[in-house]
């Protein structure tokens, strides 16, 4: 059932529970339209982060929108039913956090994007199990 579907039907039955499950549906619907943009942006920091052009500040900035990206993925994701994709996402962040931090057990670059390529999936999986 799509998030839209979910949301007709709760609508039509007008209890409390149905509210709620409208607006939950509501947010579902946001959350893809922010999983759409977010994927190419990701995206587009993993092509810069993988080319040999890039300097130190593009990559603390590729980073940087990688771990942001995945934060606020992980802030919403298993809430609206997304779990996989929530894991995925806080994969990312926790071994971003440990690559920005350093020491000898910090991923590295390569080990990152792999991670940051599993999360798009991820979002490209939930994308098109909504029908997008």
Not at 30 to 40: G, N, P, S, W
Not at 109 to 117: K, M, R, S, W
Request: aromatic share 4%; glycine share 12%; hydrophobic share 45%.
């Amino acid at each position: 059932m799509t998030a839209a579907t979910w949301a007709d039907e709760a609508a039509q039955s007008g209890d409390g529970p149905a509210r709620l499950a409208v607006r939950l549906a509501e947010l579902r619907l946001r959350f893809l339209d922010t999983i759409e943009l977010r994927l190419a942006e990701l995206g587009a920091w993993c092509d810069l982060l993988g080319s040999p052009e890039a300097d130190a500040i593009d990559r603390r900035a590729g980073l940087d929108g990688i771990r942001y990206g995945a934060h606020k993925t992980l802030g919403l994701a298993a809430t609206l039913g997304y779990e996989s994709l929530g894991a995925a996402a806080g994969r990312v962040e926790l071994a971003l956090d440990g690559h920005l931090r350093g020491g000898p057990e910090a991923p590295a670059l390569p080990d990152l994007l792999t991670l940051t390529e599993l999360m798009l999936d991820e979002m490209a999986r939930a994308l098109t199990e909504a029908g997008r």
